[in-house]
T-cell receptor
Framework: DVKVTQSSRYLVKRTGEKVFLECVQD?????MFWYRQDPGLGLRLIYF???????EKGDIPEGYSVSREKKERFSLILESASTNQTSMYLC???????????FGPGTRLTVT | AQKITQTQPGMFVQEKEAVTLDCTYD???????LFWYKQPSSGEMIFLIY??????QNATEGRYSLNFQKARKSANLVISASQLGDSAMYFC???????????????FGTGTRLTIIP
């Protein structure tokens, strides 16, 4: 079975802190994605990566950056966390040219 | 740009009844795909069913079927004989070929919260 893991289920950070959310997949998938989920807005794509060291902006990249130094790991970085970044963050992966995305369990981030 | 619309924020359905969750989409691409995902209260996203734009028949997976009406641009999810465990958020999504390297990304709707009543 494909497994996508995220470093934390729940995280509480203060405004202005630098925050790292980690995602690891164990199936050698080329593509990885970061979404945020907010009530009434569904899932919105923040960034995605189709190869090591490659990244593409999604629909809402402002305030975020990403890092993919190894194929299995995709990190989402909040350089200076703000309260409007309080949300559920979901990571997903998929093999190249496949369409089904496999999701991690999500990280619920609260910024106070 | 692609767009997915789910007009039902919430639904309540009696156990064992069939339920239809609505999804309409907008795209100018001739080739696309439509998904339904289930998200229980635990938070994980569970893939349910997929329909390709060129598929001749409606997709089915057990109690789930996708009522694909291409001319109307709708892709409704039908759950037959609903169960208490079907209570969850349901998301419709469309795959879109990204600008570079032919890689895929998904656009999601806002979701429908389905509650099954005993």
């Amino acid at each position: 079975d494909v497994k996508v893991t995220q470093s934390s289920r729940y995280l509480v950070k203060r405004t202005g802190e630098k925050v790292f959310l980690e995602c690891v997949q164990d199936m050698d998938h080329e593509n990885m994605f970061w979404y945020r989920q907010d009530p009434g807005l569904g899932l919105r794509l923040i960034y995605f990566s189709y190869d090591v060291k490659m990244k593409e902006k999604g629909d809402i990249p402002e305030g975020y950056s990403v890092s993919r130094e190894k194929k299995e790991r995709f990190s989402l970085i909040l350089e200076s966390a703000s309260t409007n970044q309080t949300s559920m963050y979901l990571c997903a992966s998929t093999p190249y040219s496949s369409y089904e995305q496999y999701f991690g369990p999500g990280t619920r981030l609260t910024v106070t | 740009a692609q767009k997915i619309t789910q007009t039902q924020p919430g639904m309540f359905v009696q156990e064992k009844e069939a339920v239809t969750l609505d999804c309409t989409y907008d795209t100018s691409d001739p080739s696309y795909g439509l998904f339904w995902y289930k998200q229980p209260s635990s938070g994980e996203m569970i893939f349910l069913i997929y329909q390709g734009s060129y598929d001749q028949q409606n997709a089915t997976e057990g109690r789930y079927s996708l009522n694909f009406q291409k001319a109307r641009k709708s892709a409704n999810l039908v759950i037959s004989a609903s169960q208490l465990g079907d209570s969850a958020m349901y998301f419709c999504a469309m795959r879109e070929v990204a600008a570079n390297f032919g890689n895929e990304k998904l656009t999601f709707g806002t979701g429908t919260r389905l509650t099954i009543i005993p």
